[in-house]
Nanobody, 127 residues
Framework: QVQLVESGGGLVQAGGSLRLSCAGA????????MGWFRQAPGKEREFVAG????????YYADSVKGRFTISRDNAKNTVSLQMNSLKPEDTAVYYC????????????????????WGQGTQVTVSS
């Protein structure tokens, strides 16, 4: 079992910013791509952003492209999600997750391709 711990969620007004962080305890953290997902009440969990194991490749959902930035620091076993220009529709519980396959050459957006998940952090954007 790999422990992932998210932090940084909270309440913010529309147009504001938040930065989410995810800390991993796995010694091979740098071998795996990471993803951020979110789940709003009554909706399915959806892909938000992903980053390759090396950090050299990123991919975003169309709904957040240009507003969110994913990054990672393999020396610190952390992955972050900088969220700017937040909208009320960004309100959800945000989860970080680890790709189940190491050294994958693409970024997968599929929930079942991610093996370990954090407990989630609530992001609420008020209008």
């Amino acid at each position: 079992q790999v422990q992932l711990v998210e932090s940084g969620g909270g309440l913010v007004q529309a147009g504001g910013s938040l930065r989410l962080s995810c800390a991993g305890a796995r010694r091979t953290f740098s071998n795996y791509g990471m993803g951020w997902f979110r789940q709003a009440p009554g909706k399915e969990r959806e892909f938000v952003a992903g980053i390759s194991w090396s950090g050299g490749m990123t991919y975003y959902a169309d709904s957040v492209k240009g507003r969110f930035t994913i990054s990672r620091d393999n020396a610190k076993n952390t992955v972050s999600l900088q969220m700017n220009s937040l909208k009320p529709e960004d309100t959800a519980v945000y989860y970080c997750a680890t790709d189940r396959r190491g050294f994958r050459m693409i970024i997968t957006t599929l929930v079942y391709e991610y093996q370990y998940w954090g407990q989630g952090t609530q992001v609420t954007v008020s209008s």
